[in-house]
């Protein structure tokens, strides 16, 4: 790879997704998590997406060769992170968003696990939640092994989104984040990636998830319900898992009968 100039440009090792709208009261300390990770070899790549707050002040400010911003009209997410995907450099994104957090050693950790096991190509890890004062309300603890995972797979999303690492190679083999799901199209992306790459989780927790009230995980719950039963059943009727598994499709259509302060309740419990 050559520069503007013709010397060379050197490759990183990741390249960090992230996109924001109107992430002001938090996106300083997220940046500040992956440009101080313990291994540096990275870029940040940041997808503003049609912020009307004080976001790109803050993004302005930070003063990293590192860090690439791009502007956008509003697009959402999906379309924001594929965005992304397609400047990224590296052999290797992760994922963070704006408002979590990622610990100093948490890309040393999955680079290394991923050296050790080429033959895995999705990686999350564990996560403290804690709410918008920074109180700790759960610690999230994965299953590790890629049979695990698969059974958990069908049953409820093994990975913390914020947490993964994935090869670059293995998602754009698969197509990136399919833009039609606004929602849970971080599920329907393991669910395709299941059938080309093994999977693994560090059960430590290597991220900070807030558990912020406009999270569209918390906002958007019924229509993320209806995406992960429609993924659900697709997964079955293409035969990655067998008939008897159409009963886990059936879990969200039941739980949207349900109130929301019983489902997250419900969901805590699982966790």
């Known amino acids: 790879v050559t520069g503007r100039f013709g010397g060379p440009v ?33 870029e940040l790549i940041v997808i503003d997406d049609g912020s009307t707050d004080a976001t790109p002040e803050i993004l302005a400010r ?18 924001s992170l594929n965005r992304a995907l397609g400047l990224a450099r590296g052999a290797l994104v992760a994922r963070l968003d704006a408002d979590d957090l990622a610990v100093p050693e948490r890309f040393a950790r999955q680079r290394a696990f991923l050296d050790a096991h080429p033959d895995v190509g999705l990686l999350g890890t564990g996560a403290r939640e804690v709410d918008a004062a920074g109180r700790e309300v759960a ?27 994935l090869r670059r190679e293995a998602v754009l083999r698969v197509g990136g984040y399919d833009e039609t799901l606004p929602v849970a199209q971080d599920y329907d992306l393991w669910m395709r990636l299941s059938r080309v790459t093994r999977l693994a989780n560090l059960p430590e927790p290597l991220v900070v998830r807030r558990l912020l009230p406009g999270r569209v995980s918390a906002v958007r719950d019924d229509e993320r319900l209806r995406a992960e039963g429609r993924l659900r059943w697709r997964a079955v009727r293409s035969g990655t898992y067998p008939p008897w598994c159409a009963l886990f499709a059936l879990r969200p259509w039941l739980a949207l009968a349900l109130p929301p302060g019983v489902r997250r309740t419900l969901r805590r419990a699982r966790t």
């Open 62 to 79: 930070v003063g990293d060769a590192r860090l690439r911003v791009e502007r956008q009209a509003r697009l959402g997410l999906t379309r």
């Open 10 to 42: 050197s490759v990183p090792a990741v390249s960090v997704l992230m996109s924001v709208h109107n992430g002001a009261p938090w996106v300083a300390d997220a940046l500040r998590s992956v440009l101080t990770q313990t291994a540096g070899d990275l």
């Open 139 to 165: 610690v999230v603890v994965p299953p590790a092994d890629d049979a695990a995972i698969r059974r958990t797979l069908i049953r409820r999303n093994p990975f913390v989104h914020s947490s993964v690492m």
